[in-house]
């Protein structure tokens, strides 16, 4: 039941990111898009930042971590940067 609630809860957050993630920037990105190449490729970079925090919290479900002190962690701006060199490709070369 508790690993119910544990996936529950992060299908949550990962569904709260990506809403907010694309309400904030898909319609930004396409009225971008058409006035300015360059804000295009800024608003597109945002966008992929959005989906790198989701990429970090999906995998913080998958290797079983602690969810909530990521979650908090994956507010801060470039924070799966972080997890990449520190976490993830630490255990890249322990495999």
Same mark, same amino acid.
């Given at each position: ?17 990506i ?5 904030? +920037?898909?319609? %930004?990105? =396409? /009225? ?5 190449p360059?804000? $295009?490729?800024? @608003? ?8 790198g925090?989701?990429? +970090?919290?999906? %995998?913080? =479900? /998958? ?7 990521? $979650?908090?962690? @994956? ?20 495999d």
């Amino acid at each position: 039941m508790a690993k119910l609630r544990q996936i529950a809860r992060a299908a949550g957050i990962i569904v709260l990111i990506i809403f907010i993630g694309w309400t904030l +920037m898909v319609p %930004d990105l =396409i /009225r971008v898009a058409i006035v300015s190449p360059l804000g $295009a490729f800024v @608003a597109s970079g945002l966008f992929l930042v959005e989906m790198g925090t989701v990429w +970090m919290l999906y %995998d913080v =479900i /998958r290797q079983k971590r602690p969810l909530i002190p990521m $979650a908090i962690i @994956a507010c801060i701006p470039l924070a799966f940067v972080w997890y990449y060199f520190a976490k993830y490709r630490s255990m890249a070369s322990h495999d």
